[in-house]
């Protein structure tokens, strides 16, 4: 049965490896949309590194990111939904961080921008933050996201350490550990998404391939997951699909579109 919702994760999923939606894939989310099928992007990204493939699919309602902690509405540029982690926790994770792993690197969402140490700005390329230095100086109220990277230890294993922190920690590769509010996760998201929309948790399916998917590819009626997904990924999941270089979402959503709305190849 086709759904009513469909929420496509982006990094490994929508996107290839070059970070583009092809025109195959394109064309097929729209097919979609034309046909009555509402189209979520669910990401682990910020407002900002998304808005461009939300502008090239046509796309001005909420959309989940933040992994959960936010619904971010692209048609009035405002957010309409946000978990943040208080001060005083923030701040403890990246004492107990550093007390752990003292070569850790660290990173910093805020409502007010993001925020990056010295040694992790170097690592990057892109984008220059909002702010660059030692983390703990740009922690106000309004954390949306802590980032922590290790030269040799993995997201996992990093995360053990604040297993008794009131915080929810996930990972979208192995070398990123990302640490939110304990509410934040792209199934309360959709959950809530859904209850707006008047959307069953049935009439829905959703798109994923690494641990911050696995949760809401279990919840929805319908979880795919990639060719290239996480072992705990395709277990969550209800069915696979090819690879994001292979256009795994346009080959399985093309399997919806009603003959009216052939013409996908």
Known sequence: MRPKLVALDLDGTLLTSDKDITARTERTVKTLMRQGV???????????????????LGLTGPTVVYQGASLYDFGRELPTHLYQLDRTVSLEVIRVMRNRFPDVLAGVEATTGWYLDQKLFELRNGQRPDGVGDVETFVQEGVIKLLFRHPSMIASTMSRALAELPVYTTWTSDNLLEVLHPLANKSRALELLSKTLDVKQDEIAAFGDQHNDAEMLSWVGFGVAMANASEEAKAAADSLTSSNDDEGVARFLERWITPEGAGVV
């Open 38 to 56: 509402r189209v979520v992007l669910c990401t682990g990204r910020p407002p900002r590194l998304v808005r461009r493939y939300a502008t090239q």
